[in-house]
């Protein structure tokens, strides 16, 4: 991403920089970046606002981050929370905490506990949800999709208590989906497990079809 660039950055405490590209970013503390940022490596360990977009390789992060544009890069590990205004797109991210996307969240493997709103498409080969806290997304669709309502409250600390741990979403399309807990207005799949504590109003499936005796589903169409 940045080859042949030698430039490094290191906030400490409180501060910030221009954008550009650079080899590697390290924040302990408060830092800020004035305009869209490319790096081979990111690490945050504190608070990072980031006024453009954000580009890495490798992403870290422990504790808050905000960026106003996009967030693009390879692989992603997030602990805290973390809001973009625009769009995600890597090839993996691995969320522990709490994610607000304005735009889609694309990622080849998606590996949630914790909460989210994606206000646009959610999208992966693997997308693996545990709900520690309220999960929402306009539409979410992948080879593999998992949703379980995780036993831990762990992560208590960063959410409201006023919505109830479970997903939502208007649609969910993949091939092999099984979900818990879980609210949506059609789910579409080639082998569908609908599970306890699911209220569906549409299940169009085109081999099998499981339903729990506690998920409650309207309409079952085998296409």
Known sequence: MATGVSRKVKITGSGSTSGGLFDSVRVMGEGQVLGTIESESVKSMGTLNVSGSLKAGQYQQIGETVVSGDLMG???NVLGQLSVSGRIRCRSMKL?????????CEADD???RGGFHIHGLLSGK???IRTWGPCKAKEIGGNRVTVRKSKW??????FSGKHPMELSAELIEGESIYLEHTTADVVRGNEVTIGPGCRIGLVEYRRSLKLSRDAE??????L
């Open 74 to 76: 390879g692989y992603m």
């Open 153 to 158: 409250g762990g992560m208590k600390q960063w």
């Open 96 to 104: 522990r905490g709490q994610l607000d996307v304005l735009g889609e």
């Open 217 to 222: 589903v309207e309409q079952q169409v085998k």
């Open 110 to 112: 998606f590996d949630a």
């Open 126 to 128: 693997v997308v693996d």
